[in-house]
């Protein structure tokens, strides 16, 4: 079954260059591109149904050899974190197609053209989640940046050529750094075993046994990337300025997806190849992720600007996912990635809720939104749903998560763990503010004031005013998210069942066992 | 009488290799002819013979280093003409990239189809804004000097990372660079950036080569012989002074240095690269850059292998002061081809790790992959030379920065392929300049260089800026009303831009024979 995932690989490459070709007629290429997507998205459920929980650490292995002279081959494969990462990729690229369907682009731009790299930056995305091969992963880790930063920069707002080099900058620098610990890694291998390899399990095998102060600066440069990537505060800067200057979709691909490749790095590459150097430098690294929950959820609250809310939002997140990755028990590891998922869920629908509060409004100031349920009573709703999965209430998806992160790291760190759930609080306390500021009271800002007046009655009578409740292709977007959000929140356990193997397998090889505490409580 | 006559008869003729110094042999040939040809042949068929000559020139000596590289030659290479010259692995290698280099350059050297009669004028030395002056800038008919020239700085380069005595190499240089000083001043616009071009290449070119020479002597004084095995024997065991060879080895450095632009001593290259005519920038900032690496590899591997524990801290630190002068001043610049100046500059600091990665064990893992780099480098950069012999305005070319904002709404491939090149130069993967570095830095970690390779990665991440602001201007801002047009490239431009840009993804995709090729053999000693 090797072939499904070469398959998702595949698929939105050929859609991407069928999209491209097509690229003068607008309603077809949005038809092809959301056919191609859908296609991904079949293919990720036959992924999910090939993967054997209980089997091999790595599966539906595949590889062809690239550059033999240094042992670097295209080899793919996944694992429990993988393969979920790799479903939450395929769920969320049709909503987002079907959610920018009537996106007005900046002038200029043509649908193809954006859709075309929506798709290519598909493809690069699943590439580095299924690589097994270091340099491979590092090189996808590069490439991934390209048609993001014409995404930004291409299709973005005002400030998009700021916020698209800053972006690109930022990730570079920390891959580059990466390359330089990969080498390393690399220098070891040919050492010991007398021929260089960048395969990711023979690396770890080897490196795994390295001497402290080698670990710990290989481990630095591996970290550095990932935290620029996921991002942990004080690394975040880039996030706000990219997810406030992106088209809506495109932000909902940054926060959502491509964030996780830092925390998926963590997890995949720094705990097993380093495991000394990840315990020894755990608590540093507790500090960062306590501090980007507090100030995340700080700055989130302080925000005027929705989308740089949600970029803040989305730091205060990093910060439990690491804290549970780096509590080091298997049930904190087991809601990490459990979060990662549902984060991009939950995130994934509040962004695209927020985008259709944008559409109506023209703005994504907070000030100019009032009493909007008036208006759009669903809309309201949606936002409410999807503002509550991301504070966690409990019958929603990100309940789960977040719960197994602060009672699992609870026993290994009691300190950090208290200090995160104040984090629990502010969060109900930004959501419901910015539900309120917007959806309740006396109607505010000039396009809801126009629409409540009635059509014509303000202004320009020609000009339409045309602030409605959720049209069906949004309901048809949003209503498989309330699905997942609610069926994940009150039974968890297929997600679980495949995450967990994979966390145990991880924590074994970074050698710890969990605390009695925990291992009662299961 | 009967002296003279026992004198010379105890002088042999050397042995000569003919097979294995054809390519050289028949570049030097053939510039020969080409001077011949441009005195005697009416001025119509000047052109079209001249072209024929340098590219049948070409074909024919990678023929001939193809042939003698198949043949069953001694692995470890030759050493013929009395042991001044070393045929060996990474001199074949250097040899064939430089061909392939000058292949692409004489392309764009010939063009005459985005400026009528070419972009070279008769005669360098007329007062610019005369009217003499004026009359030779409009006058359509293509001059075709540069072709010798051209060739005979080719066979100098080639004769230069073939040398195995520091005497040859001096010559080799002066070969190579009295053309090139000539060439620069030859722009049909601009005249006088040109001219000032020139002056300043001569001058400080002539300057580069008292320091080569004065090296040169000193370390004749120490070694008693020029040849680089004899200097590396000397210093292998003996009580001599090391003064001597420290002073004549700086000395030697410095004017290697100068002519393969590393930082500190890069002061001429945005200067000429600006002002001197496109192609020629294009053959300079990729072949020159080739020889004088080539000629620094040999002359660190062969003559101070065993001491480089005395000078690779001063040469880390002058890769360091490269990379960063390249990185920092190239974010200031706005003129395009000051632009790929510095960043050559910054390209000579990754080079210089590679040249300087020698392992304690005598091994040099850094070779093949300067090597590797060089080829990769030198594709990318004639291509990208080429792509800015396009982008023109009424007033010649347009390299001007903000003139090409917007460029991608105009000419989409032309910014597409630019985009990619630029890429390429700032390393990202699946492009050869990613695989070059890659390879340098890995062969640096391995002889130990791990501190000098992360500041060579953020020196990447800075230069990217550079490259990126470039990529903003095309497709994310808007074009100006008055901007300049993207001329239609003749078949030759044509050719050579799609050259470099094909091999700088081939190499990028699949390197592995190339790499296999750089890494055949060491150098002779």
């Known amino acids: ?522 | 009488m009967n002296l003279l006559v026992a004198q010379a008869q105890q002088i042999e003729a050397p042995e000569i290799d003919y097979g294995a110094i054809a390519p050289v042999l028949v570049v030097l040939g053939a510039a020969c002819i080409s001077v011949l040809l441009e005195a005697l042949l009416p001025k119509y068929q000047r052109w079209a013979v001249q072209l024929v000559l340098s590219l049948v020139t070409l074909v024919g000596a990678t023929g001939a280093l193809i042939l003698y590289a198949q043949s069953d030659r001694p692995a470890q290479g030759v050493a013929t003409l009395a042991g001044a010259i070393a045929v060996d692995s990474p001199a074949l290698f250097l040899w064939g990239t430089l061909l392939v280099l000058a292949f692409g350059s004489v392309l764009l050297i010939a063009d005459r189809s985005v400026e009528p009669g070419g972009v070279f004028v008769a005669q360098a030395a007329i007062r610019p804004g005369t009217i003499q002056d004026r009359a030779q800038a409009t006058k359509t008919g293509m001059q075709t000097e540069v072709f010798p020239l051209t060739l005979f700085a080719l066979g100098g380069m080639m004769t230069f990372v073939a040398s195995n005595d520091l005497l040859t190499m001096f010559i080799a240089l002066e070969v190579l660079s009295l053309p090139l000083y000539l060439l620069c001043g030859l722009a049909r616009r601009r005249r006088l950036l040109s001219q000032e071009a020139a002056v300043k290449y001569f001058l400080l070119g002539a300057f580069a080569s008292a320091f080569f020479l004065y090296g040169v002597a000193l370390l004749y004084g120490y070694a008693g012989s020029v040849k680089l095995s004899a200097i590396a024997s000397a210093a292998a065991g003996t009580d001599r002074s090391d003064t001597l060879l420290f002073a004549g080895f700086g000395l030697l450095v410095v004017g290697l240095l100068f002519k393969a632009a590393v930082g500190p001593f890069h002061a001429w290259t945005p200067d000429v690269y600006q002002g001197a005519p496109t192609p020629v920038t294009a053959f300079m900032a990729a072949c020159t850059k080739v020889a004088a690496f080539g000629g620094i590899l040999r002359v660190l591997t062969v003559a101070f292998e065993n001491t480089q524990w005395e000078w690779r801290g001063v040469l880390w630190g002058v890769a360091v002061v490269s990379m960063v002068i390249g990185a920092v001043l190239g974010l200031t610049q706005t003129d395009v081809k000051r632009m790929i100046a510095y960043s050559s500059v910054a390209h000579a600091g990754f080079l210089l790790i590679g040249s300087i990665a020698l392992t304690p064990e005598g091994t040099a893992p850094g070779v093949s992959a300067t090597l590797f780099y060089l080829l990769a480098y030198g594709f990318t950069t004639i291509a990208a030379f080429g792509i800015v012999s396009l982008v023109r305005n009424s007033d010649g070319e347009a390299t001007h920065l903000s003139q090409w904002a917007g460029l991608a709404k105009r000419s989409p491939i032309v910014a597409g392929v630019f985009t990619f090149l630029l890429l390429a130069l700032a390393g990202i993967p699946l492009t050869s300049g990613f695989i070059g570095k890659f390879v340098v830095f890995s062969a640096a970690i391995e002889s130990g260089l791990t501190p000098l390779v992360v500041i060579a990665l953020v020196a990447s991440a800075v230069a990217a800026f550079f490259y990126l602001r470039v990529i903003v201007l095309m497709y994310f801002s808007d074009p100006a009303p008055d901007g300049p047009t993207v001329s239609v490239p003749g078949a030759f431009t044509t050719i050579a831009i799609t050259l470099g840009a094909v091999v700088t993804l081939v190499l990028g995709l699949w390197p592995t024979f190339v790499l296999d090729w750089a890494g055949t053999g060491t150098f002779l000693s």
Do not use: C
């Open chain 1, 1 to 522: 079954m090797s072939w499904v995932l070469i398959a998702l690989l595949v698929v939105p490459l050929v859609g991407a260059l069928v999209v491209a070709f097509l690229r003068k007629d607008d309603t077809k290429v949005k038809l092809v591109a959301l056919a191609f997507s859908l296609v991904e998205l079949v293919l990720a459920g036959m992924l999910w149904f090939a993967y054997d929980p209980d089997g091999d650490r790595i599966q539906l292995k595949s590889a062809v050899d690239w550059i033999p002279a240094f042992g670097v081959q295209l080899s793919f494969g996944i694992d429990g974190i993988a393969l979920v990462m790799i479903a939450v990729i395929a769920l969320l690229i049709p909503l987002v197609i079907g959610a920018g369907w009537t996106e007005k682009l900046p002038a200029g731009r043509s649908q193809g053209g954006y859709l075309a790299l929506i798709l290519v930056q598909t493809s690069v995305t699943v590439a580095v989640f299924a690589a097994t091969d270091v340099f491979l992963f590092y090189v996808l880790f590069e490439v991934m940046l390209i048609p993001m930063y014409f995404l930004i920069g291409g299709y973005g707002g005002a400030r998009r050529q700021y916020a698209a080099v800053k972006f690109f900058l930022y990730s570079f620098l920390g891959g580059l750094i990466m390359l330089a610990s990969a080498i390393g890694a690399y220098a070891m291998a040919s050492d010991e075993l007398g021929k260089g390899t960048f395969d990711w399990a023979t690396l770890v095998t080897v490196v795994r046994d390295a001497d402290p102060t080698t670990q710990t600066w290989l481990f630095l440069g591996f970290f550095l990337a990932f935290a620029i990537k996921a991002p942990l505060v004080p690394f975040h800067t880039w996030l706000p300025d990219a997810a406030a200057e992106a088209p809506i979709g495109v932000t909902v691909i940054v926060v959502g997806i491509l964030d996780k490749v830092g925390t998926f790095g963590m997890l995949r590459y720094l705990l097993p190849m380093f495991p000394t150097a990840s315990k020894n430098l755990a608590p540093y690294i507790l500090v960062l992720a306590v501090a980007g929950v507090l100030y995340g959820s700080l700055l989130a609250t302080g925000q005027r600007d929705m989308k740089r809310f949600l970029a803040y939002v989305s730091i205060a997140h990093f910060g439990f996912i690491a804290l549970g990755i780096f509590a080091f028990t298997s049930q904190a590891g087991v809601g990490s990635v459990s979060y990662m998922l549902n984060h991009s869920i939950s995130t994934g629908m509040l962004i695209l809720v927020i985008g259709m509060v944008i559409a109506r409004g023209g703005s994504s100031q907070i000030s100019d939104y009032g009493g909007m349920s008036k208006v759009a009573p669903l809309l309201a709703g949606m936002l409410l749903i999807s503002g509550l999965t991301t504070l966690s209430l409990p019958g929603t998806n990100s309940f789960v998560s977040e719960f197994l992160v602060l009672i699992g790291s609870f026993p290994t760190q009691p300190v950090a763990t208290i200090l995160a759930t104040v984090g629990m609080v502010l969060a109900a306390l930004y959501v419901l503010w910015l539900y309120q500021r917007m959806m309740t009271g006396p109607l505010r800002g000039d396009a809801l004031v126009a629409a409540a007046a009635g059509p014509g009655a303000v202004g320009d009578p020609e000009k339409k005013t045309s602030i409605g409740d959720l049209n069906k292709r949004e309901i048809a977007v949003l209503a498989p998210l309330v699905v997942i959000v609610l069926a994940l929140g009150f039974y968890p356990q297929p997600v679980l069942d495949v995450i967990t193997p994979t966390v145990g397998a991880t924590l074994t090889e970074v050698g710890v066992t969990d605390p009695v505490s925990v291992q009662e409580g299961k």
